[in-house]
């Protein structure tokens, strides 16, 4: 499975923007795929996750409703739509996907992951 993600970029902050990752490869294997962040200095931590069947989607405690992650079964792709964003939004964003069908906030859990796309949010 192979994993392109992209949209990143700069943002003012109160801003919106849309990342998507596009999946290639044994798609079909793929259940759920998340999103992941990492500033710099920090530790990646979980953004966003959605089941790829059925829709169910879980969040970061810091997005409290300005994220919405949703998928494009017909393109294969996931989005991440983002709005009201803050300098502390600031990292690079990566997209990961996993085989199991269980929903996971645990970037261990996660086997394939794409290349990260940067977004920076200015003040």
């Known amino acids: 499975v192979q994993l392109q993600a992209c949209g990143g970029g700069t943002v003012q902050a109160g801003g919106s923007l849309r990342l998507s990752c596009a999946a290639s490869?044994?798609?079909?294997?793929?259940?759920?795929v998340g999103w992941f962040r990492q500033a710099p200095g920090k530790e990646r931590e979980f953004v966003a996750v959605?089941?790829?069947?059925?829709?169910?989607?879980t969040y970061g405690d810091f997005v409290k409703g300005r994220f919405a992650i949703s998928r494009d079964s017909a393109k294969n792709t996931v989005h991440l739509q983002m709005s009201n964003m803050q300098p502390e939004d600031t990292a690079t964003y990566y997209c990961?996907?996993?085989?199991?069908?269980?929903?996971?906030?645990?970037?261990?859990?996660?086997?394939?992951w794409g290349q990260g796309t940067e977004l920076t949010v200015s003040s």
């Open positions: 990961a996907a996993r085989n199991s069908r269980v929903v996971s906030t645990d970037k261990y859990h996660y086997r394939y």
């Open positions: 959605i089941d790829w069947s059925g829709g169910r989607t």
């Open positions: 490869g044994r798609i079909s294997s793929v259940n759920t």
